[in-house]
């Protein structure tokens, strides 16, 4: 009857981003924006010292500066002195011992950004110097005394599974290493907090992942009541898991109430980089035992994660290592031993591919090991042994999500190659770029291959729920959620989902704020799945009571009512109303809890059902090499990802490009430098991001095979693109040279000395 | 902190000569970095950004030179005519940092930091530029090997304004090459100008000493080797780039490894060798 009307923005197109201009223009206020009436700013004084103990601090000379308006250490810490997302180990301020360069020990808070430099400079803080443990295996055991009174160890794990007394008949073996990156979002830290007149609360705009995580701990620290710590998501530039810790929420927090003033504090970039949990470096060892057709029969590893001086999410960044050591594979036996260690370097956390990263780059390099011992070749070894829906995994789970593996690696493979290098390349075209340092002749070409799973949402036991509110009010809808937006698109997607769900234009997003339930955080692959299941809920709630309205009005069972375009149609007759119509002078409001399904810790031997899903992604790298001087071009990333179902193309094209070109960071440049325990590299001239040169051509397939567990059908699709796009670039850059490279980033002196 | 403008060279040198310690900023590339990370406070500057002489460059085809003024940026360097006639010093200045960074900085301004890094320096040397400096006191000129006389030192007094470069038009082959971690935007860990002036092979590198360095026994051994300077052989050049990079003298910093300079700078020089213009 009715042509079918081709609605805008709704689930399955390339809805724009509401913020999007704004962020074009530079109209977009990030937090380090903000500004408030009689403002005063705020700033962290840090150990210069990897390992050392505080014999005194005197902030006299700090108080004495005109303009500067508070100073507080440890001492004035009203709450716990320490925090954490896992264990409370990490001081608010050092008390007794610094136990990383760049360890928090005072803050200030001051008239002015200059003023605030002084009085840090002022305060005389004496230290006595110890030795450092800067090398993770010696915090395994007793070859270093306990540098914090939880010990040097904060987690080890072990998997046993299978029959582990099988040897194959082809065994390879290889030790890997994967270097400190570090997340190198735009915007740097920042928060504004503003005390309640009565002292006895503050509101604090900040940049996070995770708000009522943040509130929580803030909470204990300042020794207020949750509600009375009003958090509200100021605007973010970016994240990557190194906003998921806490860095400088209770230092303001503490500044305005000691005030009775707004402080804004706000790192710079080199700051930022001592300001935030990095990727774990890592040594991996690995031992695949095969048939000689090249069938995996078991795989004995070894994982090393250094933590840093402080616990942060350390625990289950081992655990996903560990319980990934398969990769997306058939494993029937397996013993894995995995340790995450306390050392004097900085602090490890959370950081796109957590754990995964790490254990992707050894399980791929010894997919290709395994691939040569046999006499076949990269593709053909990943296809023998690609990994199905009902598989058991080492820990025992079965995958139960949609698990195209093979398809994957198939897809990838049928993208054409690029062309050859043409005799007359341009420079820009080659490795070494504008410095032209090579000609066509010097440079080699390498294919190579990466193929990762990645569980999706937290993991033991966790129950990182997610909650949203729809309000639909005379045809429009307000959606409200503490989801945090880190430019990762869930201000755009929510609102598809309600006007997929409810046939509404109108659809938009309320504050972003504590003042409704926890959305969890921004990480783990999440929050499409996590808040956008509530959204979905809610929506659908709100669905429910219009039908249950409109029926009541009209003398229909609401069962009959669907949304078709923007109108309820009776499916069993012929009444049609426009949504907008039906909900005029209406208000209807619902709140819903998303939860995923439960999972188990694991046991000693690590069994268990500890995941709740999983997501695949298949790289394929072409790289040019000039093997003289080692400097490399990564020239085409092919990829096929698998993504259940694709809500936003364009929202996910951006994912993959972008975690591409993390993941490319990591392959040959991105490594912060930490010797004895002192970063060497903390700026952006040094510490090295790919540019738009750097940048490959990216070829992507999104694989839809909807997910049934997935609230909307759609696989959260955030991780995936970094983690094996890594390796398959370092495999490319081996194939080019001939020669085995066990390290990321790689080096210009890895592939030529 | 005190902000001096002067609209003229004349101006720049009295307000120099009064205010002895003043730090002079132009394209602020090096300066600004140097106080946004606290590492500098100056208490007066002198901006020699809206000096038009400073800005200009001629050529002198009797003399075959071309001078630049030190304040031109590298924007105007890198592409144009001046590429025409230095290839290898707008090859260089395409290396520098991003194009807002090209758009700001200045030959002065490598000349006046003189880090060993410096990415036009390496074609100074290699060109035997002539340095202008401008005083109270007067002008005079500095060949290019006694104005820099240290890892970031030069000979410039703290009265004095660098106001131009002279380089030699040399209608012969010359080329420059830049190693770094990434494919543009990136300080140099080795970097290296090969030119052939009145016949004869020159070799300046980068980042592989405490400042530039000539490679004067290489070029030596490529002055007396190669039969034809525009033609040389593979062994020759490897030759060539073996004693180049046994004359260069790096470090072990973050950036790179003193083995990796050192085998690099050699590459760069066989290469070089042998590229066309």
Not at chain 1, 453 to 460: A, G, L, P, Q
Not at chain 2, 24 to 36: P, R
């Amino acid at each position: 009857m009715s042509a079918v009307k081709t609605r805008r923005d709704v689930l399955g197109t390339s809805s724009l981003r509401p913020d999007g201009n704004a962020k074009v223009k530079g109209d977009f206020a990030f937090t380090s924006d903000l500004h408030a009436e009689n403002m005063l700013w705020g700033a962290t004084l840090r150990s210069p010292h990897p390992h050392a103990r505080i014999i005194s601090i005197d902030t006299s000379a700090a108080w004495k500066i005109g303009g500067v308006e508070c100073v507080i250490t440890s001492e004035d810490v009203p709450g716990q002195l320490t925090y954490g997302l896992i264990s409370s180990d990490q001081p608010v301020f050092a008390r007794d011992v610094v136990r990383y360069m760049g360890e928090p020990v005072a803050a200030v808070a001051a008239d002015h950004p200059e003023t605030c430099r002084r009085a840090l400079a002022a305060i005389k803080v004496e230290y006595e110097v110890l030795p450092v443990l800067s090398n993770a295996e010696d915090a395994i055991g007793d070859a270093f005394i306990p540098i914090h009174p939880d010990g040097n160890l904060i987690r080890q794990q072990r998997i046993v599974h299978g029959d582990t007394s099988v040897e194959g008949d082809v065994i390879v073996e290889g030790h890997y290493v994967i270097g400190m990156q570090d997340q190198a979002f735009l915007g740097t830290e920042s928060a504004m907090a503003l005390p309640d007149p009565d002292g006895q609360g503050v509101q604090v705009f900040v940049a996070t992942q995770w708000l009522h995580e943040d509130q929580k701990q803030m909470a204990a620290c300042l020794n207020l009541p949750a509600e009375k710590i009003r958090l509200v998501l100021g605007g973010v530039g970016g994240a990557f898991g190194a906003r998921e810790d806490i860095s400088l929420q209770v230092h303001t927090a503490l500044l305005a109430l000691r005030t009775s003033r707004p402080v804004k504090m706000q790192y710079g970039r080199e700051e930022s980089f001592f300001g935030h949990v990095h990727r774990h470096p890592a040594t991996v060892w690995m031992r695949h035992h095969a048939t000689k057709e090249g069938k995996i029969v078991k795989i004995e590893a070894r994982f090393v994660f250094d933590g840093g001086a402080y616990a942060s999410t350390s625990a289950a960044v081992l655990i996903n290592g560990v319980t990934h050591t398969q990769g997306p594979y058939k494993c029937p036996a397996a013993v894995v031993d995995g340790y995450a260690v306390r050392t004097n370097n900085p602090p490890c956390g959370a950081m796109r591919g957590f754990g995964v990263v790490q254990a992707c780059f050894a399980h791929e390099g010894q997919m290709d090991k395994l691939a040569a011992a046999v006499g076949t070749d990269p593709v053909s070894i990943r296809l023998l042994n690609a990994m199905e829906t009902g598989d058991t995994l080492i820990t025992g789970q079965p995958v139960e999500s949609v698990a195209p593996v093979a398809r994957l690696i198939r897809e990838t493979n049928e993208i054409p190659l690029p062309a050859e290098l043409p005799s007359d390349a341009n420079e820009l075209d080659l490795p070494g770029g504008s410095g032209i340092t090579a000609e066509r002749q010097h440079i080699k070409r390498g294919i190579g291959w990466g193929v990762s799973i990645k569980n999706i949402m937290y993991s033991e036991g966790f129950d990182d729920y997610s909650t949203a509110k729809c309000t639909l009010s005379d045809g429009k809808v307000t959606l409200k959620f503490a989801t945090s937006e880190v430019g990762q698109g869930f201000v755009t997607l929510a609102p598809q989902i309600a006007r997929s769900v409810l046939g509404v234009t109108d659809a938009v997003c309320d504050t972003i704020d504590t003042q409704i339930g926890s959305a969890g955080s921004t990480s783990a692959s999440r929050q499409t799945w996590m808040s956008g299941g509530a959204v979905d809920g809610a929506c659908r709630l709100v669905r429910e009571r219009l039908f249950e309205h409109v029926g009541a009005k009209n003398n229909i069972d609401p069962i009959r009512f669907a949304i078709e375009d923007d109108e309820i149609v009776d499916t069993a007759g012929t009444f049609r109303m426009s949504v907008i119509e039906a909900s005029q002078g209406l208000t209807i409001s619902e709140t819903f809890e998303h939860h995923h399904r439960k999972t188990e810790e694991l046991d000693d031997n690590g069994q268990g059902n500890c995941h709740v899903a999983f997501a695949f992604v298949a790289h394929r790298a072409v790289v040019d090499v000039d093997p003289e001087l080692g400097l490399v071009k990564v020239v085409q990333v092919a990829t096929a990802q698998d993504v259940g179902q694709v809500l936003n193309p364009l929202s996910l094209l951006g994912q993959i490009e972008g975690g591409i070109a993390q993941g490319l960071g990591l392959a040959v440049m991105e490594e912060i430098i930490v010797q004895d325990g002192r970063v060497r590299n903390p700026s952006f001239t040094d510490y090295l991001l790919p540019t738009a040169l750097d940048a490959p051509v990216v070829v992507a397939r999104m694989i839809e095979e909807y997910e049934p567990q997935a609230p909307l059908g759609a696989k959260g699709v955030g991780e995936p693109p970094c983690i094996s796009v890594t390796p398959a670039i370092v495999a490319a850059i081996r194939d080019a040279i001939g020669k085995d490279i066990p390290r990321c980033p790689v080096r210009p002196q890895d592939i030529c000395l | 902190m005190s902000v001096l403008i002067p609209h003229s060279i004349t101006d720049a040198s009295e307000m120099l000569a009064q205010n002895p310690t003043a730090t002079i900023l132009n394209g602020g590339t090096d300066l600004m970095v140097e106080v946004n990370f606290n590492h500098r406070r100056p208490e007066s500057v002198v901006l020699l950004r809206n000096i038009p002489e400073l800005r200009e460059w001629s050529s002198d085809s009797s003399k075959g030179t071309i001078t630049i003024g030190a304040g031109l940026p590298y924007a105007h360097i890198e592409k144009g005519e001046i590429a025409t006639l230095v290839p290898a010093l707008a090859q260089a200045a395409r290396t520098v940092g991003s194009p807002q960074i090209r758009a700001a900085g200045t030959i002065g301004g490598n000349l006046g930091t003189c880090s060993p890094a410096g990415d036009t320096l390496p074609v100074l040397s290699a060109l035997e530029a002539l340095v202008h400096l401008q005083s109270v006191d007067g002008s005079r000129t500095v060949p290019i090997a006694e104005f820099m006389v240290g890892p970031k030192r030069n000979s410039r007094q703290a009265n004095e304004v660098i106001t131009a470069v002279t380089l030699p038009i040399t209608g012969q082959r010359q080329g420059y090459s830049k190693v770094g971690v990434r494919n543009a935007m990136v300080i140099s860990v080795a970097s290296a100008c090969f030119a052939v002036v009145k016949g004869e092979p020159r070799f300046a590198m980068g980042s592989v000493g405490p400042t530039i360095l000539r490679a004067n026994e290489a070029e030596s051994y490529l002055a007396s080797h190669a039969a034809d300077i525009n033609n040389v052989t593979d062994e020759v050049a490897k030759e060539f780039g073996r004693i180049a990079a046994s004359e260069s003298r790096p470090i072990d910093d973050h950036r790179s490894t003193a083995a990796y300079r050192q085998h690099a700078i050699g590459v760069l020089a066989t290469r070089l060798a042998q590229r066309g213009i």
